[in-house]
């Protein structure tokens, strides 16, 4: 999928001027300009109460893909179900969107800015499948460069979220990063570590100017 070029955006992300805590602002707009360059700088959007926040975590949440945890069961599931890309973004989503799931946030406008972000090339979707094909779980996220910054997963079956997980390391390889944005006991489980704001800023920085994996173009 070729990624279109997006206009800039009116809207400054400078970490400099961010304050000493998770959420960094309040407002702007999900236009494709500013998602990209919210990404670029280290920031991503997730609303609460009605009102549009940016966040960078003061501990963000990645994964190095080498070091990424499987263990024997896991491997067992992996054998078990298939992993496409980008087939059922929209699917995906609306999964990930569930107003069922416990925290659910990602509301209508969200929905229709990474949706839009898909069409440009730069959202994407690792999609996991049962054998006969349907599909029981996967996450969605944007490709800057060689940073993924995942933004949720599912599952409907057992272990379908962490071999979605599986696939997209396979994807972005050894030289990329995925943000997971926070870390959580479940994804600590599989190999998602803390980095401080500043070291997060510092690596992304070359990442974010690098050439995306090949199938991501």
């Given at each position: 999928?070729?990624?279109a070029?997006l206009p800039?955006?009116?809207?400054?992300f400078?970490?400099e001027?961010?304050?000493?805590e998770?959420?960094?602002?309040?407002?702007?707009?999900?236009?494709?300009?500013?998602l990209?360059?919210?990404?670029?700088?280290?920031?991503?959007?997730?609303?609460?109460?009605?009102?549009?926040?940016?966040?960078?975590?003061?501990?963000?949440?990645?994964?190095?893909?080498?070091?990424?945890r499987v263990?024997?069961?896991?491997?067992?599931?992996?054998?078990?179900f298939?992993?496409?890309?980008?087939?059922?973004?929209?699917?995906?989503?609306?999964?990930?969107?569930d107003?069922?799931?416990?925290?659910?946030?990602?509301?209508?406008?969200?929905?229709?800015?990474?949706?839009?972000?898909?069409h440009?090339?730069?959202?994407?979707?690792?999609?996991?499948?049962?054998?006969e094909?349907q599909?029981?779980?996967?996450?969605?996220?944007?490709?800057?460069?060689?940073?993924?910054?995942?933004?949720s997963m599912?599952?409907?079956?057992?272990?379908?979220?962490k071999?979605?997980?599986?696939?997209?390391?396979?994807?972005?390889?050894?030289?990329?990063?995925?943000?997971?944005?926070?870390?959580?006991?479940h994804?600590?489980?599989?190999?998602?570590t803390?980095?401080?704001?500043?070291?997060?800023?510092r690596?992304?920085a070359?990442l974010?100017?690098?050439?995306?994996?090949?199938?991501?173009?």
């Amino acid at each position: 999928m070729t990624r279109a070029a997006l206009p800039p955006t009116p809207w400054l992300f400078d970490p400099e001027g961010w304050p000493a805590e998770d959420c960094i602002a309040v407002g702007a707009d999900l236009e494709p300009g500013t998602l990209l360059e919210a990404y670029r700088q280290g920031a991503f959007p997730m609303p609460h109460d009605g009102m549009l926040l940016w966040w960078s975590p003061m501990q963000r949440g990645v994964l190095v893909p080498s070091e990424l945890r499987v263990s024997r069961s896991l491997a067992r599931s992996r054998r078990r179900f298939s992993v496409t890309i980008d087939e059922s973004f929209e699917e995906v989503i609306d999964a990930c969107a569930d107003p069922s799931r416990p925290g659910a946030w990602i509301d209508s406008s969200i929905r229709e800015a990474y949706v839009r972000m898909h069409h440009l090339g730069w959202a994407h979707s690792i999609e996991v499948r049962d054998a006969e094909g349907q599909l029981v779980g996967g996450l969605y996220g944007l490709s800057v460069g060689r940073l993924f910054a995942g933004e949720s997963m599912f599952h409907w079956a057992s272990d379908a979220s962490k071999v979605a997980l599986m696939g997209l390391v396979e994807v972005v390889g050894d030289e990329g990063l995925i943000d997971t944005q926070w870390r959580t006991e479940h994804l600590a489980s599989l190999g998602v570590t803390e980095w401080p704001r500043d070291r997060y800023l510092r690596e992304i920085a070359t990442l974010v100017d690098s050439e995306p994996p090949t199938i991501w173009g």
